[in-house]
Structures are given as C-alpha cells and as structure tokens.
C-alpha cells in the first residue's frame, strides 16, 4: 500500500495554481493563460459569460463561479434559487449566492485531489449548463401579474 500511494502521488498532475491554471489554457487553446494578482482566472463565454476560477487554500479546493445574467436574486426568484440550495440538489454539488449587485451567483467546487485540466474543463461545462438551466428557472419564477396570481388559488362561485 505505501509504494501504490508514492506512485499515485508520483502520477498526480500540477494541482499548484499556476500549474493548473496553464495546463487549463494548453487544454483549450491559450497557453498565456493565467491568474491575476488575486489568484483569480476569468473566462468568457458566448462574449458576456464570465466563469470565474480562483483556489481557495483555507477550503483546500478550487471554486467555480458564474453571475446570471440579468437575474435579479428577489421575491419569488430568491425562493426559488434558495430552495435548489436545500442540500445541493439543484446545483449539482455546488451552491447559489448574491454578488454585490444583487445578482444570483452560482458556485461549483472542484476537490484539490480532482482538480486537473481535464477536471477543470469537465467542472466548468457543468457550471454553465447550471447557470443556463438556472436562468430559465428564475425568468419562470418572476411574479405574474396580480391578478392572475389569484386565479391560481381562488375558488370560483
């Protein structure tokens, strides 16, 4: 068992920030890439989808992150997106929150033994195909007009 672990270890890939932030930018076509002062790595999607990925050493893991666009975190859409972060069911092991302006933020971890190119890439596909799930849920939940709200409880006579 002791040498099977030197050799997992001796097979583990760069997981240091920089490594693995250059292996992700060799694995899709931009070998600059890097993180920023902040040890933050920003990507763009479809021209206005920013993924943000940053290691958080106190965690031991790296964090995907992705605004809505647009979405608003209020009212029935807050109880929505709050009800998919009842034990991680509707986030795929990751979580919702509200960034400074008031937008709805999805999060997905990546577990530092995990995290490689490979992983990344797998981990960031996931992460927009939530936030573009996310968005239709919430554009669903905006508040219909008053009222046809009450058509859906009342009882006619």
């Given amino acids: ?12 890939p ?29 990507l ?10 940053r290691f958080v050493p106190a965690q031991g893991r790296w964090l995907l992150s992705c605004a ?5 975190a209020e009212g029935p859409a807050l109880q929505v997106l709050m009800q998919g972060n009842h034990m991680g069911a509707g986030f795929g092991g990751g979580w919702a929150g509200i960034d400074a302006q008031g937008l709805a ?9 995990e995290a490689s190119a490979n992983a990344m890439l797998n981990a960031i596909e996931l992460l927009l195909n939530h936030v573009e799930r996310w968005e239709r849920r919430l554009l669903e939940a905006a508040p219909a007009a008053p009222g046809l709200r009450m058509a859906e409880w009342a009882q006619r006579i």
């Fill in 1 to 12: 068992p002791f040498v099977f672990f030197l050799c997992i270890l001796g097979a583990m």
């Fill in 14 to 42: 760069d997981s240091s920030v920089p490594g693995l932030i250059a292996a992700l930018g060799e694995a899709i076509g931009i070998p600059a890439l890097r993180a920023d002062a902040q040890g933050c790595c920003r």
């Fill in 44 to 53: 763009l999607f479809d021209g206005d989808r920013a993924v943000e990925i």
């Fill in 68 to 72: 809505l666009r647009g979405q608003r």
């Fill in 105 to 113: 933020v999805l999060h997905l971890p990546l577990a530092l033994p």
